[in-house]
């Protein structure tokens, strides 16, 4: 297959699939969340979404008693942001991507904080208070001013974040929950020992299998990391190349599935930070170019968006008004067919019914 060219919807129909969303699966979360490698979930509650548009009849009131039960954690990985993922992945990936959120911290006003600082003792120290008890950011950095006035808590607990591994522990992130942003060292959380050696190569493997076929520069921008064209090269004999209609090189494993680009996508309501809009340099295997401009946000909170045909056509948000019923709201970027509407229109009650039991309506707003 070398050489093998994929066009764009060939290539969209792949990642769907990898991603689970041309059909709904009766796999376990675990399992789901596992070979996603993980979900973006800085955001207390949307990621769930993620989950229902890929799992079949999700119960969330059961994912959120897996966070709190230490079948699931949320804890900073790739781009430096929190990610939904298991203990043994949390094992896996951290030491992994640690580089990455390494030069991020120095890079930061954090790092230039405290530059020529032992950081490993500042580590140390945050650990011991954490291992006594969880904390917010606030009251750590508290406890670090008095050991090291002279330079600001909120530097030292920023440290202490990036270099261990910390669980942003429950009811934080449990559906329907609410409370403050409260961290716990991710080996006492959960009973695993984060020793692992850093995998890079285990991590390429990993993603192509969520997010292939993808590219070298894919791969690094969904992870953060650099230099891993070496690292692809070495496990060339394990992979295929193909090629996007643009001449990029793709790789991607041998028997992965790779759909007809004639296959039927179904309309999604993505979250806000959903995998398939996250994990690419090249986003418009999902992304057309002439939308990408419709997502950027003044507070870097994109918008939720609607997968029609496979790609982002809409934009999505639900309405709360004064004494009446929730209602979604649809802003397409483009005009759509009759069909596609009537598919938006169920997916989009189907969405509302999820995150607002009660609330009914779709309200289009047309381009």
């Known amino acids: 297959m070398a050489g093998t060219v994929l066009r764009t919807r060939a290539l969209n129909r792949a990642t769907?699939?990898?991603?689970?969303?041309l059909s709904r699966t009766e796999l376990p979360v675990a399992d789901v969340v596992t070979h996603l490698v993980g979900l973006q979930a800085q955001t207390t509650h949307t990621w769930y979404l993620g989950l229902e548009n890929r799992i079949e009849g999700l119960?969330?009131?059961?994912?959120?008693?897996m966070l709190t039960d230490g079948e699931l954690v949320r804890v900073t990985l790739m781009r430096?942001?929190?990610?939904l993922v298991t203990p043994r992945d949390c094992r896996f990936l951290r030491p992994t991507v640690q580089p990455a959120i390494d030069r991020g911290f120095s890079g930061s006003r954090h790092g230039q904080a405290t530059r020529g600082m032992d950081l490993d003792a500042v580590a140390r120290a945050g650990y011991d208070l954490l291992i006594a008890r969880p904390m917010t950011p606030n009251d750590l950095a508290g406890h670090l001013a008095e050991r090291w006035p002279r330079v600001g808590g909120e530097h030292l607990a920023q440290a202490v974040k990036d270099r261990l591994p910390l669980v942003q522990i429950p009811p934080r992130g449990v559906w329907g929950a609410t409370g403050a942003p409260a961290f716990a060292p991710a080996d006492t959380w959960t009973g695993l020992a984060m020793d692992a050696d850093p995998d890079p190569e285990g991590l390429v493997l990993r993603y192509l299998a969520a997010f292939g076929p993808a590219s070298v520069k894919d791969m690094q921008a969904w992870s953060s990391l650099t230099r891993f064209k070496p690292v692809f090269d070495g496990l060339r004999d394990r992979l295929v190349e193909l090629r996007a209609e643009d001449g990029t090189v793709l790789f991607d494993l041998p028997d992965a599935p790779r759909p007809d680009e004639?296959?039927?996508a179904p309309v999604r309501f993505l979250y806000d930070f959903d995998n398939v809009l996250r994990g690419h340099a090249d986003r418009s295997r999902v992304l057309p170019h002439e939308h990408r401009a419709r997502l950027v946000s003044r507070n870097g909170m994109p918008p939720g968006t609607v997968l029609v045909d496979g790609f982002v056509r809409a934009s999505w948000k639900v309405v709360r008004a004064r004494g009446a019923e929730p209602h979604l709201e649809v802003s397409l970027f483009e005009p759509i067919t009759a069909a596609d509407r009537e598919a938006v229109a169920a997916e989009g009650e189907r969405t509302l019914a999820f995150l607002e039991p009660g609330g009914h309506g779709i309200r289009f707003v047309e381009p």
């Open 16 to 21: 769907l699939d990898r991603q689970l969303l």
């Open 59 to 65: 119960d969330p009131h059961r994912v959120g008693r």
């Open 80 to 83: 430096g942001t929190l990610h």
């Open 262 to 264: 004639g296959t039927e």
